[in-house]
Nanobody, 124 residues
Framework: QVQLVESGGGLVQAGGSLRLSCAASGRTFSNYAMGWFRQAPGKEREFVARITWSGARTYYADSVKGRFTISRDSAKNTVYLRMNSLKSEDTAVYYC?????????????????WGQGTQVTVSS
């Protein structure tokens, strides 16, 4: 069992920055990778970024590549998503997820545990 709690969401102006955190607890030793997804009103949940615990290998969606950075602090069992140059299109509820197995990183089905989400609103 893994529990995930997101924090750090809020309101920010376009062009600004925000850092989200995802604290993991429980059987964190079994985690293979952590991912961030987001869901805007009326839209499907979409992949944002992921990172593996071993080696910290990262992968980003094209829409955020070059602007967002995912990282992890193993000692704190925490994953971060630093978001720079935010756009109105980035407005969504952001969810943290944990995968116990490798493969299918951009698909929701690849992840076994999910946080409750944190709202990010980017104003013009």
């Amino acid at each position: 069992q893994v529990q995930l709690v997101e924090s750090g969401g809020g309101l920010v102006q376009a062009g600004g920055s925000l850092r989200l955190s995802c604290a993991a607890s429980g059987r964190t030793f079994s985690n293979y990778a952590m991912g961030w997804f987001r869901q805007a009103p009326g839209k499907e949940r979409e992949f944002v970024a992921r990172i593996t615990w071993s080696g910290a290998r990262t992968y980003y969606a094209d829409s955020v590549k070059g602007r967002f950075t995912i990282s992890r602090d193993s000692a704190k069992n925490t994953v971060y998503l630093r978001m720079n140059s935010l756009k109105s299109e980035d407005t969504a509820v952001y969810y943290c997820a944990a995968a116990l197995r490798a493969g299918g990183w951009t698909s929701e089905s690849a992840y076994d545990y999910w946080g409750q989400g944190t709202q990010v609103t980017v104003s013009s």
